[in-house]
């Protein structure tokens, strides 16, 4: 992992013990100033020169953080059998999916303008907060259900099925693109302030 002072970027390692490893896949600033740090073996965190590591989490590849609007932080780790989506409020630990009902674990989460939190699994969605968590099968993503977004008026958008789908209630409707008969595998969404929407693909930029 790399330290950008502005000027340089220079190797960072904790003084005080190691990563879990040294594969890095997401990071998350969090509002009272933790740094999170999601790796290819697992979770830690780094505040005021101590870096705490997750058992929770050890050995999942950490796919995405989410700080959520109470401030609580959001990892979901991923294996090849069974993953886990852990929730950490102020030290305290709650995982999900050691029944199996999340697969391999999360490809993305987002929390939307609702608060909302939404998670993609291989087959499809879950609505997990507020309320019991209810999965909506959204199956034939070959790397599951990882761009997810919002619509200008609030609308979930989600990477599915070579496109950009509206989903409301359950039900899919198309996103009108430019170029409707252009298949895209959507990794990343993002709508800008301009009305604009942004998708990061796959393979085709």
């Known amino acids: 992992m790399l330290r950008f002072d502005g000027v340089r ?31 290819s073996k697992g979770l830690a965190s780094w505040k005021d020169g101590k ?18 609007h109470e401030g609580a932080v959001w990892a979901s780790g991923l294996t090849i059998s069974i993953g886990r989506l852990c929730a950490i409020r102020k030290g305290d630990v709650q ?11 999360a490809f993305n989460l987002y929390e939307d303008s609702r608060r909302n939190l939404w998670v993609g699994v291989k087959t499809g969605l879950w609505k997990w907060r507020p309320g019991p968590p209810k999965f909506y099968p959204l199956t034939g993503e070959p790397d599951g259900i990882q761009a997810l977004g919002e619509d200008t008026d609030g609308t979930l958008l989600v990477g599915w099925n070579g496109g950009i789908h509206r989903f409301r ?12 008969a252009r298949k895209l595998r959507a990794r990343k969404i993002l709508a800008d302030h301009d009305g604009g929407l942004w998708i990061g693909t796959l393979a085709q930029g």
Do not use: M
């Not at 013990?17 to 600033?29: G, K, N, T, V």
């Open 95 to 105: 995982c999900y999916g050691n029944d199996g009902i999340l697969g391999r674990g």
């Open 9 to 39: 970027a220079v190797p960072w390692q904790p003084t005080s013990d190691q990563l879990p490893s040294s594969r890095i896949f997401d990071l998350l600033a969090a509002r009272d100033g933790t740094l999170w740090i999601g790796t």
């Open 51 to 68: 870096l705490t590591q997750y058992v929770e989490l050890g050995g999942h590849y950490i796919s995405r953080l989410l700080e959520d």
């Open 169 to 180: 209630d359950g039900k899919t409707e198309a996103y009108r693109l430019h170029d409707p």
